[in-house]
């Protein structure tokens, strides 16, 4: 297991980051996600541990709370130590019948991280994470509400998730003008057969030193190894019975048509070829990953230690790649010639230094 430093923060997380939204069950979608109680729950946070996991994803709106609160007690009752693991939370969606029980506004931010706390039975959280974009409230009101929280200690970072490239530089600048806590991460979803980060998200964020937290890394199980063109995954599976993320399916076939390619020659699973890729990403602190039962996890552990040489890497980049779209097409017309010279300028300081 590999650590990499989450954005320019100090602190260094697994390349694999247990999520939790397989804990708790209850009704509608979290039934179909998962319904993993204590004790199955604990085994998994036991063997992530074990293999050297120390980053773990939840949200307030998971199972309402209860994924909190299982993942809080399986901590307690397996004796993790408070510093060994990186505990990360979520605010946005609704956690209650009122008006005012969801959002991003500075009421049920702040709500939201004390009713947080109590579940999990800790004192703060490492990386508390605005879950969804908030139309009503101002970005500022925001940020100024999670650098409160920053101050009093009840978390130590701040990140965002499913959030545009240019709502994100927006706050980065208030954060930077009014000298406020920044986010330091984004959660967001990428995979081999939906890419769509890399247009605007990507660049972004290696420019701004944001960290990556990849949701939904095999597609809602699309990219397990269980689903092809003549294969649709057996009743009552993620993707049968909770048809999401949306993806092009005929795009994402031929993506399974070459990673099953490569994982055959490799003798690896389908799934570890696509979370391989993944972590071959530089823009990539951490792949969420989360499971109903122990093999699953094994198996997704494993993927850390599959290698992709440069020519898979290339047929992988190939059969997945997104359509050109303006105005990339055209910053990458117009920018040819300069980064041309801004290459051969680097060539010959670097041929310069060493002669």
Not at 40 to 61: Q, S
Not at 224 to 249: I, L, N, W
Request: glycine share 10%.
């Amino acid at each position: 297991m590999r650590y990499n430093q989450l954005g320019r923060t100090g602190v260094f997380v697994s390349e694999l980051c247990l999520g939790t939204m397989t804990f708790g069950g209850g009704e509608g979608i979290w039934k179909q996600i998962g319904d993993l109680q204590q004790g199955d729950a604990e085994r998994l946070i036991g063997r992530a541990l074990d293999a050297g996991i120390n980053f773990i994803d939840t949200a307030d709106i998971y199972a309402d709370g209860l994924s909190e609160q299982i993942t809080g007690q399986a901590l307690k009752n397996l004796k993790v130590p408070r510093d060994k693991v990186v505990v990360a939370t979520k605010v946005f969606g609704q956690t209650g019948e009122f008006a005012n029980a969801r959002g991003a506004s500075r009421y049920h931010v702040i709500d939201g991280v004390k009713a947080s706390l109590k579940r999990l039975q800790l004192d703060h959280v490492d990386l508390y994470q605005i879950h969804g974009f908030d139309p009503a409230t101002p970005i500022e009101e925001t940020v100024r509400a999670l650098d409160t929280l920053v101050q009093h200690g009840h978390v130590r970072y701040v990140g965002v998730s499913n959030w545009a490239a240019w709502q994100i530089v927006k706050a980065l600048g208030i954060s930077e003008r009014l000298g406020l806590a920044r986010f330091e991460s984004l959660q967001a979803y990428y995979t081999l057969a939906g890419r769509d980060l890399e247009r605007e998200l990507v660049p972004m964020l290696h420019s701004e030193g944001l960290g990556l937290m990849v949701w939904s890394p095999l597609a809602g199980g699309l990219l397990s190894g269980k689903y092809g063109r003549e294969q649709q995954g057996e009743a009552g599976s993620r993707r049968t019975s909770f048809d999401f993320p949306p993806v092009d399916r005929e795009r994402a076939y031929d993506c399974i048509d070459v990673m099953r390619d490569i994982a055959n020659a490799k003798q690896v699973s389908v799934a570890q070829i696509a979370l391989a890729w993944l972590l071959h990403q530089r823009v990539v602190s951490s792949v969420i990953v989360g499971a109903k039962k122990v093999e699953q996890l094994d198996d997704n552990i494993a993927a850390t230690g599959v290698t992709l040489d440069a020519q898979e890497l290339a047929k992988l980049d190939q059969v997945s790649t997104l359509p050109a779209e303006y105005p990339g097409w055209m910053l990458e017309r117009q920018g040819e010639g300069r980064r041309t010279q801004l290459a051969e300028t680097r060539q010959a300081a670097q041929a310069h230094r060493q002669g």
